[in-house]
């Protein structure tokens, strides 16, 4: 059975920096496409960013193109979301996702294309 559990979240003031982790079950792990993704209260989820099976490939949202990154420990099964400059549009429940060898940049940024999900943390930044 995949569990994700993420973890990483909280409070921080606009301008400052969080580093999102997800911690994933599954032994094969590094045959997993990873994504992130955050939905807002009363706002449908959106992509955030991904990361493919082989780590050779990331995809980011336009609005967070050059403040977060989304990188892969496949030693330690877990995928992370460094936040830098965060704002606070940026508020949110962060969610990872996993789906088993998808590249497809398309594929990648649809949340229905996932077949696994954490439960989620909540990030908050004040203004």
């Known amino acids: 059975q995949v569990q994700l559990v993420e973890s990483g979240g909280g409070l921080v003031q606009a301008g400052g920096s969080l580093r999102l982790s997800c911690a994933a079950s599954m032994r094969t792990f590094s045959t997993y496409s990873m994504g992130w993704f955050r939905q807002a209260p009363g706002k449908e989820r959106e992509f955030v960013a991904a990361?493919?099976?082989?780590?050779?490939?990331?995809y980011n949202a336009d609005s967070v193109k050059g403040r977060f990154t989304i990188s892969r420990d496949s030693a330690k099964t877990t995928v992370y979301l460094q936040m830098n400059s965060l704002k606070p549009e940026d508020t949110a429940i962060y969610y990872c996702?996993?789906?088993?060898?998808?590249?497809?940049?398309?594929?990648?940024?649809?949340?229905?294309?996932?077949?696994?999900w954490g439960q989620g943390t909540q990030v908050t930044v004040s203004s």
């Open positions: 996702a996993a789906d088993q060898y998808t590249t497809a940049q398309a594929h990648l940024k649809d949340p229905d294309k996932y077949d696994y």
């Open positions: 990361i493919t099976w082989s780590g050779a490939r990331t």
